[in-house]
């Protein structure tokens, strides 16, 4: 349906003027095409084979998983490294997870670990030194064990 501009009457889409005061009425507007649905890039339809409901959403897509990095791999040697460091050479494991899991932080995946890895590094570090320092002799005694 058209709408004549001059008296506001509506007309068939095929009239060339309003039925109602003779004014030439606008040409119709081509009707728009619908857009085609989105289909992800890399995505292959299923063949159908004759007599097979064809469903009427594509089915769910999961996204391509990001590849491993060294820094990923640089994470899990510092988390693991730093928990192993706690009970078995820790001058060598505590540092080495320290470093590793610094170097893992920058990565995007594993960024969670990363900071575990450092924070378990660090704190095993603090203790490691101030038990070396009060064998020595350095720190009272209570510092390390307590002051009780």
Same mark, same amino acid.
């Given at each position: 349906m058209k709408? %004549?501009?001059? %008296? &506001? =009457?509506?007309?068939?889409? =095929?009239a060339p003027a309003c039925a109602a005061c003779g004014a030439p009425l606008p040409p119709s507007a081509p009707v728009p095409a619908q857009p085609l649905p989105y289909? /992800?890039? &890399? !995505?292959? /339809? @299923?063949?159908?084979?004759? &007599?097979?409901p064809v469903p009427s959403v /594509?089915?769910?897509? !999961? /996204? @391509? =998983?990001?590849?491993f990095t060294w820094m990923d791999i640089c994470t899990v040697l510092g988390f693991t490294s730093s928990l192993v460091g706690y009970f078995f050479?820790?001058?060598?494991l505590l540092p080495l997870g320290l470093v590793a899991s610094i170097l893992g932080f920058r990565g995007d995946r594993t960024?969670?670990?990363a900071v575990a890895g450092i924070v378990i590094?660090?704190? &095993?570090l603090l203790i490691r030194i101030m038990v070396l320092l009060t064998d020595c002799g350095l720190l009272p005694h209570w510092v390390a064990n307590g002051v009780w």
């Open positions: 709408q %004549c501009a001059h %008296c &506001g =009457q509506w007309s068939e889409d =095929q289909t /992800p890039p &890399g !995505f292959v /339809p @299923r063949p159908v084979r004759p &007599g097979t /594509p089915p769910a897509l !999961f /996204p @391509r =998983q990001k590849p050479t820790s001058i060598v960024r969670g670990l590094s660090a704190l &095993g």
